[in-house]
């Protein structure tokens, strides 16, 4: 009996490279579901993912996010937007990795400095990143970004998202699908 591919597309990367936004976009070019594990949480807990972090801790956290992956590759045909932490439980990697094709979203430390400022000037209420409060975000960012990064690499494709709108990305994630489904 052959193995059973599961189908979704899993992607991971630090946070503004895309995820939310590109998972929308190719879930409704696949007619798949779209699932954000972020907004799942929320959902779940009835709390931000800042008074998560502020009243339960980081470990609390880290530990909803992997119940909630789990119950969420049990199921096909979805696009996947992880949180960027996901990646740092070695359980979570080989979940997503059996699950689908796990596409990771890549951009220099100063294009997610940038991409959090547009963030926080365009909205009355941005979310607040817990991880990159305080003085000099660009510096945390890229200390934070290099800790994960060996993780990162674990993806079976990586998408380069620096100078490219949420279409052009899509259309590149839509592709790898293509090709590593041998649906091309």
Same mark, same amino acid.
Request: with cysteine; net charge positive.
């Given at each position: 009996?052959?193995?059973? &591919? %599961? ?5 991971t $990367?630090f946070?503004? @490279? ?6 929308? &976009?190719?879930?409704? /070019?696949?007619g798949?579901?779209?699932?954000d *594990?972020? &907004? ?5 807990? $009835?709390?931000?993912?800042?008074e ?18 789990? =119950? ?8 996947i937007a @992880? $949180? ?10 080989? *979940? ?10 890549? +951009? /220099? ?6 991409r959090? *400022?547009?963030? +926080?000037? %365009? ?7 817990? &991880?990159?409060t305080?003085?000099?975000?660009? +510096?945390?960012? @890229?200390?934070?970004?290099?800790? /994960? ?7 079976? =494709? @990586? #998408? /380069?998202t620096?100078? *490219? ?6 259309? =590149?994630? #839509? ?7 041998? %649906?091309n």
């Amino acid at each position: 009996m052959p193995v059973k &591919l %599961n189908k979704n597309i899993i992607l991971t $990367g630090f946070s503004f @490279t895309g995820k939310s936004s590109v998972a929308e &976009l190719a879930a409704s /070019r696949l007619g798949w579901k779209r699932v954000d *594990l972020d &907004l799942e949480i929320v959902r779940a807990s $009835g709390k931000t993912i800042p008074e998560i972090f502020a009243m339960d801790g980081e470990e609390a956290f880290r530990a909803r996010e992997s119940r909630v992956l789990s =119950k969420t590759c049990k199921e096909e045909e979805q696009v996947i937007a @992880t $949180g960027g932490g996901v990646v740092l439980s070695e359980k979570n990697r080989r *979940l997503m990795k059996r699950s689908g094709m796990v596409i990771c979203l890549e +951009a /220099r430390p100063e294009t997610i400095y940038h991409r959090l *400022l547009d963030e +926080a000037g %365009n909205s009355s209420s941005p979310e607040v990143r817990p &991880l990159l409060t305080g003085r000099d975000p660009l +510096a945390k960012i @890229t200390a934070l970004k290099h800790s /994960r990064q060996a993780f990162y690499d674990e993806a079976h =494709k @990586t #998408i /380069r998202t620096d100078g *490219l709108d949420v279409r052009a990305v899509t259309e =590149k994630v #839509i592709k790898a699908w293509n090709t590593w489904s041998g %649906n091309n």
